[in-house]
Every structure is written in structure tokens, then in C-alpha cells.
């Protein structure tokens, strides 16, 4: 199997992934939201992770992990996700993935 079959399998796995996101997490849904609100006060979505024990910074910034991927799945496009998971940047404009340091 070829790097192209491969990067447009794990292609699609992500956009797969990613629109089970959107469908667990309707817009129009409440109970989804209301999770998603809960979610965001728990993952401390907007709040420092910052903790004086080192163990509870750990846990917390665990629970920050979640609530990113979670959000990442729900905002970005399938192009975007599978460029950040690939370390690439995505520009919408051109459609195009690059590496930042080329």
C-alpha cells in the first residue's frame, strides 16, 4: 500500500470521525448542548489548566485534551483536522497542505 492510499485512508477515517461528531453534537439538539456546556465548565474549556499539584495539572490538562479534540472535530473541517494531525497547515484559500518549515 502506497503513501497516498494511506494518507487518504486515514482521510477518511477522520472525516468519518468528524461527522460523527457533528451528529452526536447537533446544533439543534438541547441535550447535546446542555453537554457540551457541562463538558466546557469540566474540561475548563476556557479557563487556565494551571494547578500547584503537579498530579491535578495533570488531570486537569487531560480533561483540557478532551474538550479540544472534541471542539477541533466539531469547528474544523476534514482538510483541517487532517492537516493538524499531520503537523501540516491547512490554508482554505489555496487548499493546500505545507509544512511550516519549508
Same mark, same amino acid.
Given at each position: 500500500?502506497?503513501?497516498?492510499?494511506? !494518507?487518504?485512508? !486515514?482521510?477518511?477515517?477522520? @472525516?468519518?470521525?468528524?461527522?460523527?461528531?457533528?451528529?452526536?453534537?447537533?446544533?439543534?439538539?438541547? !441535550?447535546?448542548?446542555?453537554?457540551?456546556?457541562?463538558?466546557?465548565?469540566?474540561?475548563?474549556?476556557?479557563?487556565?489548566?494551571?494547578?500547584?499539584?503537579?498530579?491535578?495539572?495533570?488531570?486537569?490538562?487531560?480533561? @483540557?485534551?478532551?474538550?479540544?479534540?472534541?471542539?477541533?472535530?466539531?469547528?474544523?473541517?476534514?482538510?483541517?483536522?487532517? !492537516?493538524?494531525?499531520?503537523?501540516?497547515?491547512?490554508?482554505?484559500?489555496?487548499?493546500?497542505?505545507?509544512?511550516?518549515?519549508?
Amino acid at each position: 500500500m502506497g503513501i497516498a492510499e494511506l !494518507a487518504g485512508r !486515514a482521510f477518511d477515517l477522520l @472525516r468519518r470521525r468528524r461527522l460523527a461528531y457533528v451528529l452526536t453534537f447537533k446544533k439543534d439538539n438541547y !441535550a447535546a448542548q446542555e453537554v457540551l456546556i457541562d463538558l466546557a465548565k469540566f474540561c475548563r474549556a476556557n479557563a487556565s489548566t494551571f494547578h500547584q499539584d503537579a498530579r491535578m495539572h495533570a488531570v486537569i490538562e487531560g480533561r @483540557r485534551e478532551v474538550w479540544l479534540r472534541i471542539s477541533h472535530h466539531l469547528n474544523l473541517s476534514s482538510e483541517q483536522l487532517f !492537516a493538524l494531525y499531520n503537523g501540516n497547515h491547512f490554508s482554505g484559500e489555496t487548499r493546500k497542505l505545507s509544512n511550516e518549515g519549508e
